[in-house]
């Protein structure tokens, strides 16, 4: 099959490579997927790249990727079954999410056929494209959860998310809309139209206006860009709201080599004890029952993907990563294989 490899972390322009390679055999419990879609976000790049050194630790590969295919995300059709696999038929349209562990190492989506557990894949929704359902599964659960477990987000409250117009942030502005909040999008001027028309209340150019200095009061600031201290962000905050920091590197630009976003959130985490708008860890159910909840909401129409004007070919991928990275793009950023 065909198949984006890397045998190496680093600059994504030079480690991948488009390759014949074996095709996958699908285990017990799982089923083969011919893959449509997949999709580019910032976990790709940290898998790619190696950087910040820690994700290594975290089970991806110390010197060079367990996997060598990169992606995580897949929307595609099942052609075959492993011994035991039974939730499935081939020719169903399923997507999913299928790492198995955390979404900053690769789990060999960029191919033309993954061997995937069954249990996490679903039914694509009848409404949805393959590009449309490869959109959703990364991003739409990095926001559920932070935005529900982590955050609590309850109805009439205020809700803000810094950096709303990319990949996590359209689903944190539908998924707080969809829970009753009232929602502050905080993102640069190409992108507050999208925002508006996602029912973004009230939105702010991040270009134009310092959220943190517009006498705003919010019960949840969602920041996904992280670039304010907590110290502004604080400014901007309920004193019995809840700040969540999601974690951004800007794409090397901003985080810390070795430790990424985690030298921003380690120190949140040690004074969240004695701070009450920082939550610590929330545990919330397990990503199964997220995945169920979100393929709900877009069965019912309640949350949309939203997909970039620019959609790749599988032997773009390292294009893509640039496009991405440029800051452009609007929502996700698709590879059709
Ligand atoms: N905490 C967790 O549970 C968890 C788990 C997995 C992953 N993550 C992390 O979650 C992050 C998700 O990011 P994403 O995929 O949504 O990124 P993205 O698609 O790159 O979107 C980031 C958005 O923020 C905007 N932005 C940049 N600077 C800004 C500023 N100063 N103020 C406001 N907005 C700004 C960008 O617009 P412009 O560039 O056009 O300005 C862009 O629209 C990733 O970094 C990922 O590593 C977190």
Redesign the pocket.
């Known amino acids: 099959m065909r198949a984006i490899v890397q045998e190496e972390y680093g600059p994504h322009r030079e480690v991948l490579r488009l390759c014949e390679i074996p095709s996958p055999v699908p285990g017990p419990g799982q089923v083969l997927v011919r893959v449509r879609a997949t999709s580019v976000?910032?976990?790709v790049w940290?898998a790619v790249t190696g950087v910040p050194y820690v994700l290594r630790l975290m089970g991806s590969g110390l010197r060079a990727p367990k996997q060598p295919v990169p992606g995580t995300d897949l929307a595609g059709e099942v052609v075959g079954l492993g011994p035991g696999a039974a939730a499935f038929a081939p020719g169903d349209r399923v997507f999913g999410e299928v790492t198995a562990r955390?979404?900053?190492g690769n789990a060999g989506t960029f191919a033309e056929l993954a061997a995937v557990d069954e249990t996490l894949l679903a039914r694509i929704p009848e409404t949805l494209s393959f590009e449309q359902a490869a959109a959703v599964p990364?991003?739409a659960l990095?926001a559920l959860?932070?935005l529900r477990d982590q955050g609590r987000v309850a109805a009439g409250q205020r809700v803000l998310v810094?950096?709303?117009?990319?990949?996590?942030?359209v689903w944190a502005v539908q998924l707080a809309k969809y829970f009753g909040a009232e929602v502050t999008a905080?993102?640069?001027p190409?992108?507050l139209d999208l925002l508006r028309a996602l029912g973004a209340d009230r939105v702010i150019d991040?270009?134009q206006q310092d959220f943190t200095r517009l006498g705003l009061r919010v019960d949840l600031v969602l920041d996904?860009?992280s670039?304010a201290p907590f110290s502004d962000v604080r400014r901007a905050l309920e004193p019995d709201g809840t700040f969540v920091?999601?974690?951004?590197?800007?794409?090397g630009r901003s985080g810390h080599r070795v430790l990424g976003?985690l030298r921003r959130m380690l120190p949140l985490m040690a004074l969240s004890p004695f701070v009450k708008q920082l939550p610590g860890v929330r545990p919330g159910p397990p990503r199964r029952e997220n995945w169920a909840t979100l393929v709900d909401l877009l069965g019912q129409g309640r949350v949309r993907p939203v997909v970039d004007e620019r959609v790749f070919p599988l032997e773009q991928a390292a294009e893509a990563i640039d496009y991405?990275a440029s800051?452009?793009?609007r929502g996700r950023v698709v590879l059709t294989v």
């Open positions: 976000h910032a976990d940290h955390n979404q900053w990364t991003a990095i959860v932070n810094n950096g709303a117009g990319g990949a996590v942030g905080v993102d640069g190409a992108k991040y270009t996904i860009v670039q920091l999601v974690g951004h590197d800007q794409y976003s991405l800051g452009v793009a």
